[in-house]
């Protein structure tokens, strides 16, 4: 038997009453509570929408160009050096 887990925080939903009968209907189907069935599918649906972020995937080619573009010597911006070099609006005339 999987261990319990203490869940301490609540989260409030307002929706349709179509809605909370479509998610109830489903919950049945698979033999488990409202609360699971929702937590659950809005836990896998978070998963797949931070997936491309905590993943990075290129092909072969397109990633040795990446590596080569991270390796590569900065490029000098002089713009962007004027701008990091001036004094910032909250320095009061003081140079960090």
Same mark, same amino acid.
């Given at each position: 038997?999987? #261990?319990?887990?203490?869940?301490?925080?609540?989260?409030?939903?307002?929706?349709?009453?179509?809605?909370?009968?479509?998610?109830?209907?489903?919950?049945?189907?698979?033999?488990?509570?409202?609360?699971?069935?929702?937590?659950?599918?809005?836990?896998?649906?978070?998963?797949?929408?931070?997936?491309?972020?905590?993943?990075? =995937?290129?092909? #072969?080619? =397109?990633?040795?160009?990446?590596?080569?573009?991270?390796?590569? #010597?900065?490029?000098?911006? #002089?713009?962007?050096?004027?701008?990091?070099?001036?004094?910032?609006?909250?320095?009061?005339?003081?140079?960090?």
């Amino acid at each position: 038997m999987a #261990p319990r887990i203490n869940r301490t925080e609540k989260l409030d939903l307002r929706l349709t009453a179509e809605a909370k009968h479509t998610l109830t209907a489903a919950a049945q189907a698979q033999r488990r509570s409202l609360s699971e069935f929702v937590l659950e599918s809005a836990l896998r649906r978070a998963e797949e929408t931070l997936a491309d972020r905590r993943v990075f =995937q290129l092909p #072969p080619e =397109q990633w040795e160009a990446f590596v080569a573009a991270l390796d590569a #010597p900065p490029r000098d911006l #002089p713009r962007l050096r004027t701008l990091l070099e001036e004094p910032g609006v909250f320095a009061h005339g003081k140079q960090v």
